[in-house]
């Protein structure tokens, strides 16, 4: 059952334009969500990231959005650049103790064409 | 290079055979995890460390699967009697104990092909 989905396998967009890409997810529990950027051969490295108590984070190029309401957070990339071109993964970690483990998305194919 | 690090980057064995995987995390940070990635998947929790101790494992890690992290700093994840099944990436990552700690940073992978 995948707790977090990511219904895009991939997105298209010309260099210069916004990418939209969306995250939805089921479980209640979860209070911190995040986006990961990853190569082939690479290991995931971390982008940007919201806590269930605000909706709305910015830095630089990067903005994730967070509608609680709905369980649907998106990360808006502006302007896009041919080098954001990669997988992004939307993440989310549950309130339960010590342990933050992530509960992943299968992740988005992101291609920015010049 | 203050980063996570892991060794080796890519491993090739042969079915039946035992492997084992180095991570070496940022420093400073107490909390270790290890996860696992297969082609067309995000990655999956399989445990997770606090200082030296394990304090939780995903179903995922079976009997054969065993992870240490002895003095609190680097981790090994051990596979015995690999199976085809075990060929994947293996993720390390690390996160601060305080502040933070919902930020896990990554290490390269190792990546595991067994034939």
């Known amino acids: 059952d995948q707790q977090v989905k990511q219904n895009s396998p991939s997105l298209s967009v010309q260099e210069g334009r916004i990418s939209i890409l969306n995250c939805d997810y089921t479980n209640s529990m979860f209070d911190y969500f995040l986006w990961y950027k990853k190569y082939p051969a690479e290991g995931p490295t971390f982008l940007i990231s919201i806590s269930s108590i605000k909706d709305k984070n910015e830095d630089g190029r990067f903005t994730v959005f967070l509608n609680k309401s709905a369980k649907h957070l998106s990360l808006h990339i502006v302007p896009s650049q041919p080098g954001d071109s990669a997988v992004y993964f939307c993440a989310a970690s549950p309130n339960a103790g010590n342990n933050r483990k992530l509960i992943w998305g299968l992740g988005t194919s992101l291609a920015v064409n010049p | 290079d203050t980063g996570v690090s892991q060794d080796p980057r890519h491993k090739i064995t042969k079915r039946g055979q035992n492997v084992t995987f180095r991570c070496d995390p940022i420093s400073e940070h107490n909390r270790l995890y290890w996860y696992r990635q297969t082609l067309g998947q995000g990655p999956e929790f399989l445990t997770y460390?606090?200082?030296?101790?394990?304090?939780?494992k995903s179903r995922l890690l079976s009997d054969r699967f065993s992870a240490e992290r002895p003095k609190g700093s680097f981790s090994t994840l051990e596979i015995q009697r690999t199976e085809q099944g075990d060929s994947a990436m293996y993720l390390c990552a690390s996160s601060e104990t305080s502040g933070r700690v919902n930020e896990q940073f990554f290490g390269p992978g190792t990546r595991l092909t067994v034939l």
């Open positions: 460390f606090q200082n030296e101790a394990q304090l939780e």
